[in-house]
């Protein structure tokens, strides 16, 4: 570890376990066994902070992800995990909530090494948040029903359907949100008894990788879960594509997700997709301001904007629109940037040299097309990868910095007029993730919710997120559902069941 991140640990503390745990060969997790990729190779894992290495990762090759897509498979085909009666899933599910909890220190001081995120919000939600829902798709193990059916086919007849497990699922899963993504995505296939094979982004695997320790300490049979590190682009098509895959759960970029669907289809395995967004908030005139200000904090500037369904573009009605931009400037300016470890921290470094200078080339490329910089926007001096929370106004809705997902501390604010007109400004956009509407006005908000063409409409609020409500986005945000009970339905098949009743002697 290079002692510049050995001194950001020393100032700030880490657990015994957390520091123990850096110092491991990190190896990929197969078939119930820590193993080295079949090539040797390693990947670096930078701290985002000062932009040092923090450790290495094992790169998988394709000879890898063909071990651990046959392990999944074997765990189906028969063995503890096959022949598991619902209940024990769902047990095995609350213990390995339970060892979350207990262990949400360490894995958060490892997902902000590794991130680059806040500490304190890390292990509130992406920790925390993760172990809930686990919880709560651990109810629905016990929960899996079909239908007994009337027919009306000539002949008696007891016919029914029933629900099985999908198969093997493969889970790929971005950097911004390593562990609770990851938690999307297997929470609900373990429920339903499939078996998987998790691709965290080369980014962030570590979390995940101290997550597998816990899984043998919840009793998951070998093979159930299977974790495959290294670059996407090394070994994406070969597992999307892999005939031994029944199922594949993306959340990444709508680029990759487009291949994703592609190689996915070739190969007719359902997808589900989980991409990129630009979220509108619309805020009317008659809104609290003061409330939509403070809500920018987390809807706009947490997680140093990596936030998916991230508030990134504000319609503000034209005349509170000053009003709003100066209090949401001050939200901005009040926001502590400092590495993630740090208890003051409320915006960390984004998550590589590349994230940093394409938010810069974004707001370059904003001001070079007419966008006016209200707030932050030059570059922050040493070490690691800090952009300071920015905030643009314009009146152009073609802009760049309006129309594409910047994935930064960066909003744009323009006003509008009319009801009608921030609607349209609102749903012209390839994206459509997620909105909120900003109004005392009810009959307003409900007006306008199914004219907003989003996979989630906040009305008074944004960014709030729960087990039990299903996301996921529309248009090129992706199709499909993570979380509450409709994500339950993408890893199980119906099977109909026809017996035939011979007739009785009467
Ligand atoms: P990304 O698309 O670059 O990578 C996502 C994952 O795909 C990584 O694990 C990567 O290794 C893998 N990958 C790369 N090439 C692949 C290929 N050819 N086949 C299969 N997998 C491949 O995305 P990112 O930069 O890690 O994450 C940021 C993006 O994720 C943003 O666009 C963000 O909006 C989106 N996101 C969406 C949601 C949601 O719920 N809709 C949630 C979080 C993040």
Partial sequence: MHPKIEAVIDRYGVTDAARAFLGEEHKLYIDG???EAASKDRVPVIEPSTGETLTTIAAA??????????AANRALAGGDWAGMKSRDRQRILLRLADLIEANAQTLGEIESLD????????VEMDILGGAELLRYMAGFATKIEGATREVSAPGSHFAATRKEPIGVVAAIVPWNWPFNMAMWKIAAPLAAGCAIVLKPAEQTSLSMLYF???CERAGLPKGVLNLVTGSGRAI???LVGHPGVSKVS???STEVGRRVGETAGRALTPVTLELGGKSPMLVFADADLDAVAASTRWSVFFNAGQ???????IYAHRSVFEKAVTKIKQVAEGMVMAPGLDPACDIGPVVSASAKANIETYIRKGVAEGARIVCGGDETPGDGFFVKPTILTADDNTLSVVQEEIFGPVVVILPFDEEAEAVALANDNQYG??????????????????RIKAGTVWVNAHDLIDSAMPFGGFKNSGFGKDMGPEQLDHFLRTKSVWISVAEGDE
């Fill in 236 to 238: 994406g098509d070969h």
């Fill in 33 to 35: 066994a820590f193993v």
């Fill in 61 to 70: 090759g394709k000879d890898d992800v063909d071990c651990a897509v046959a």
């Fill in 212 to 214: 597998m320790k816990l």
């Fill in 433 to 450: 993730l997620a909105a909120s509407i900003w109004t005392r006005d009810i009959s307003r908000a409900l007006r306008l919710v199914p």
């Fill in 115 to 122: 991130n680059g995120k806040a500490l304190g919000p890390c």
């Fill in 307 to 313: 936030v998916c369904s991230a508030g990134s573009r």
């Fill in 250 to 252: 993306f959340t990444g």
